[in-house]
């Protein structure tokens, strides 16, 4: 078995055991909690409009042998297990992980319209530099942070959530229909019986939709458009780099005080609110400060 199959083989091992795959928190709808515990917040509705902001499309990346495939070349690319010294070649990669050359097609075109690779004739398939890569993608996100540059890839979704969510918290109070105000205290509701019963996917999935629907409200279609990021760096997030990444008292009553902020309309005190949620660990001081 050739290096660059044993490297592939190996990758789609680890990925089958260490890794959720988009989409994972669904498998964990509240209803599931244990016997006794929920009362007060609706059932999660997957079919509701003010529910659909934080979950990929369909056509990001597909869940079967295409889907696999693009997962497990995307993660070696970004792990650097798959470099340009050498020129990825679809008979190699279809026969060690016994797909057939259309799926290697499709998938290699998805790597490249993510900016990963690159097709050239006489040349082939090529990975591209870091430059080149859509660093905004999900995926890429999502592999950026379970590999070899976790650190700084938490260290970036965090200072672009600064720019990002205190200036969206302004801009959405106000702007909420009576029906998204109440999605939003819903999910703070949520996410204190999550808290409560020790649910930490329950509350991360409340915590996601919860910014990613400010986002959509604040009523500037190019910040809606990054909505999908901050529900990426919530998903990924696995260190002391905001407030929202572990469940807490502070955390909780942060969120509260954005959703009172926006249902009185105050753009002032709603991002002051965010701010104060962003900063709730002392390590956020040392990546963003503060205003003063």
Not at 97 to 102: D, K, M, P, Q, Y
Not at 206 to 217: M, P
Not at 241 to 252: D, I, Q, V
Not at 280 to 290: C, K, L, N, T, Y
Request: with cysteine.
């Amino acid at each position: 078995m050739s290096t660059l199959a044993h490297t592939m083989m190996t990758t789609a091992r680890s990925a089958d055991s260490g890794l959720a795959g988009p989409g994972e928190l669904d498998r964990y709808p509240y209803a599931d909690a244990p016997a006794g515990g929920r009362v007060g917040p609706p059932a999660w509705d997957t079919d509701s409009e003010l529910g659909r902001g934080n979950r990929r499309s369909a056509g990001n990346r597909g869940r079967g042998l295409h889907g696999q495939l693009v997962q497990q070349l995307g993660q070696m690319i970004v792990s650097g297990d798959l470099g340009a010294d050498r020129p990825l070649v679809p008979e190699e990669i279809g026969q060690r992980f016994e797909v057939s050359r259309t799926v290697v097609r499709e998938s290699l075109r998805v790597l490249e319209a993510k900016g990963l690779v690159s097709a050239r004739p006489n040349v082939g398939t090529r990975v591209r530099p870091v430059s080149d890569w859509n660093l905004l993608d999900q995926d890429i996100i999502e592999w950026r942070a379970f590999g070899p540059q976790r650190d700084d890839q938490r260290r970036e979704l965090s200072e672009l959530r600064w720019t990002i969510e205190p200036l969206a918290a302004r801009l959405a109070a106000g702007h909420g229909r009576e029906e998204v105000q109440q999605r939003l205290s819903d999910m703070v509701e949520i996410m204190g019986h999550a808290m409560g019963q020790g649910d930490a996917l329950t509350f991360a999935r409340a915590d996601s939709e919860f910014h990613s629907l400010l986002i959509q409200i604040a009523g500037n279609r190019m910040l809606e458009h990054l909505s999908g990021i901050v529900s990426a760096a919530l998903q990924v997030s696995g260190g002391p780099f905001t407030g929202c990444e572990r469940p807490n008292e502070a955390s909780l009553a942060h969120h509260g005080r954005i959703v009172d902020a926006l249902a009185g309309g105050d753009g002032a005190a709603a991002e002051a609110a965010m701010r104060q949620l962003l900063m709730i660990h002392p390590e956020v001081e040392r990546v963003v400060p503060g205003p003063r």
